[in-house]
């Protein structure tokens, strides 16, 4: 019987969480990493919590294709395992990436410092599918690329400051503003050639809102008046105008005092870059009109081609000399563009082995369900240990595991661990695979959400543990820390776990033995977005999921499983035993559909544990 029987998720907005809103109500997109050999494909995106009321539920979500997120290979350690206990030692290393052939190969400099994946997250900043959270650092650097799409129509700020919210209509919702054709022309002045465009043509409209705390985020998302998806694609824009970074580009080389035709030819000789930054319709027109405003204040500068380059009749300015561009570079050069990798040193590579075993396991966020898709998830010695005592971490993945584990963080919206796990293992709870669902995409955007399961609230919120390291480093997301009732949490640890992004929620339900009702936790995960969850563990939390009282729960299993035995003292991974009516001891559980696949030196068992048919909980989309 329940102790109590109404679930409630609070987010102790009652004690004290002045000057602070709520940073969530975005979508993330899982899955979104795709190889070179294009072995994954991308995934859907899941909404994850609602942060007001105007933002639109996103119908359907889209895949993604982030064809440029995986060019740079280069091979990094992950700088935090030096201090684990190793008994997966000796298993074969890492794999070492290539930097590809044409990375940063310029010996001269180029005039584009395009940031990563610009044209894919031009992309999604046009499209505006789901709610968007990046860090104000990203939105800072990539909204130039994307601001020519956008007419900002007013703002608005928090009393605190803490928060601004900027309302954007597209270009094309602008009424048409035609010149009276009776108007004579003033003297001197040629009528006008350029055609007017259409106006009114797309009604859609974004709101950007502007967080401002321990880590500054900014949120986009369509506003309720808005259409779904533009009346236009984002070349048309580009076409009718060049955006701001583009612009800046040019604005740049024009200070430098070189001609216009000079800097257009350069500009044209890295076409990839020049489309990737919106400027597939850049004309030699733009650079002068950047280059004529510098020139009033700089009259008496003569203007010059760039070394290397002059004029040349019939043929406008061309290259004559080598300028080094497109060499190869010598090692030094080199050794420089690996170092100077954008990406933080703790970056997975994502794996170049096949990991289409897992596909029947992984969640499908296109399901419609009343709880989220289950993962158990974690790695188990011979002897079903997972650390060799209670409050030790013991690394048990092999490299490949360790890739393959971070590929499952990436397609789920949510990694859960008891707090156990918390106070024994200080983790991350990221994705750190080089990829949108992990490093290099749009910031946190992508990253998983870490869950903590604390009912006392023991674990102890610090600016240093890694979770907000990482969460203010951009690399991960902020937990949500779920407590019961009675944990008492001041108002200080409250604002300061808020100010990374992250929350407690209040979980009221309990079962016979007074614990959390899983229940409870799954149904509050989801009705903040949550539409899959991948449980690490501990063993506390792992042993209890197997039991028949929640199996029906768990969907999936995927265990890594390490050639040792870490003996007794280990934390044990076992459900409680099984018998039948009569008294005969039985299995307490059998996956189904059951597959092994040797990685590395591991061995990784899945299977699926949910029958079919028990909780079916799958919605019918609606029409
Ligand atoms: N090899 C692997 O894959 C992994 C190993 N580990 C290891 O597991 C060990 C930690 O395991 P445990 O000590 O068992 O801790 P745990 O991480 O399972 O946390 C247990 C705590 O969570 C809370 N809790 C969990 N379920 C609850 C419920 N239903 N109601 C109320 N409270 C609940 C309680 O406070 C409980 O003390 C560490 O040594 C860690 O390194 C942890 C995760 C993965
Ligand atoms: N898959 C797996 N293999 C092991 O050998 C492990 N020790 C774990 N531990 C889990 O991973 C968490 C560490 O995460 P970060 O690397 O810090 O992000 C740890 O807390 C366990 O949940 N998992």
Not at 42 to 67: F, K, R, V, W, Y
Not at 122 to 141: A, M
Not at 480 to 500: D, E
């Amino acid at each position: 019987m329940d102790h109590a029987s109404t679930a409630s998720v609070s987010s102790l907005e009652a004690c004290g969480n002045e000057g602070f809103s709520h940073n969530g109500g975005l979508m993330q997109v899982k899955g979104a990493l795709v190889t070179d050999d294009q072995t994954f494909q991308p995934q859907c995106g899941t909404q994850e919590h609602a942060m007001d009321q105007d933002l639109q539920q996103p119908e359907t979500t889209t895949p993604i294709n982030l064809s440029g997120a995986l060019d740079k290979q280069a091979s990094r350690g992950d700088e935090n395992d030096s201090t684990q206990h190793s008994v997966a030692a000796g298993l074969s290393p890492a794999h070492i990436g290539n930097v590809p052939a044409d990375q940063g190969l310029k010996a001269t400099p180029s005039l584009f410092n395009n940031p990563p994946n610009l044209a894919r997250i031009r992309k999604v900043l046009f499209e505006c599918k789901d709610p968007i959270e990046i860090s104000l650092e990203e939105f800072e650097t990539y909204w130039p690329f994307i601001d020519n799409v956008w007419v900002k129509q007013r703002s608005n700020a928090s009393k605190e400051g803490h928060c601004t919210t900027d309302y954007y209509m597209c270009r094309l919702r602008r009424p048409t503003h035609r010149t009276s054709e009776t108007r004579p022309l003033p003297e001197g002045k040629r009528p006008r050639k350029k055609r007017v465009r259409e106006g009114g043509i797309c009604n859609f409209q974004i709101k950007v809102v502007r967080f401002e705390g321990a880590y500054s985020t900014v949120t986009i998302a369509r506003t309720p008046g808005s259409c779904n998806v533009h009346s236009h694609d984002l070349d048309y824009i580009d076409r009718v105008k060049r955006n701001s970074g583009l612009m800046e580009y040019a604005r740049k080389e024009s200070i430098k005092g070189y001609l216009p035709s000079s800097i257009y030819t350069k500009f044209q000789e890295e076409p990839e870059k020049l489309g990737e930054a919106g400027g597939r319709f850049f004309t030699v027109t733009d650079v002068r009109n950047i280059s004529a405003k510098w020139r009033i204040q700089n009259p008496e500068v003569d203007l010059v081609a760039h070394e290397g380059y002059e004029y040349q009749k019939g043929h406008g300015i061309v290259k004559t000399k080598s300028t080094g561009v497109n060499e190869a570079p010598s090692p030094k050069q080199l050794a420089s563009l690996t170092s100077s990798s954008s990406l933080p040193s703790d970056t997975l590579s994502f794996p170049r082995f096949s990991l289409d075993f897992l596909h029947p396991y992984l969640p499908d966020h296109s399901e419609r369900r009343e709880f989220p898709h289950v993962t158990l998830s974690y790695a188990s010695s011979m002897d079903s240990k997972i650390s060799l005592q209670p409050g030790m971490q013991t690394v048990l993945s092999g490299p490949e595991a360790k890739l393959m584990t971070h590929y499952l963080r990436s397609r789920h919206d949510a990694i859960l661990v008891g707090v156990g796990t918390v106070l024994a293992d200080n983790p991350g709870l990221n994705c750190r695979l080089e990829g949108a669902g992990g490093f290099g995409g749009l910031g946190r955007m992508w990253q998983p959400r870490p869950v903590i399961i604390d009912p006392m609230g023991r674990w102890p919120v610090h600016p240093e543990c890694r979770m907000l390291r990482t969460a203010v480093e951009g690399k991960g997301k902020a937990p949500w820390v779920v407590v019961s009732p009675g944990a008492q949490i001041n108002p200080q640890t409250l604002m300061m776990l808020k100010g990374y992004g992250g929350d407690f929620l209040r979980i009221v339900e309990y079962n016979q033995h007074w614990r959390l009702r899983w229940e409870a936790v799954f149904r509050a995960l989801a009705s903040e977005g949550i539409k899959s969850v991948m449980i690490e563990g501990g063993g506390t939390v792992l042993s209890e999921l197997l039991n028949p009282e929640y199996t029906s729960f768990i969907d999936s299993i995927v265990v890594t499983v390490a050639p040792t035995y870490l003996g007794r003292g280990g934390v044990n991974v076992s459900p409680d035993s099984k018998q039948d009516p009569e008294g005969t001891p039985n299995a307490a559980l059998n996956p189904r559909d059951v597959k092994w696949m040797p990685l590395g030196q591991n061995v990784i068992m899945c299977g699926k544990i949910r029958s079919p048919g028990v909780r079916e909980e799958t919605i019918q989309p609606s029409h």
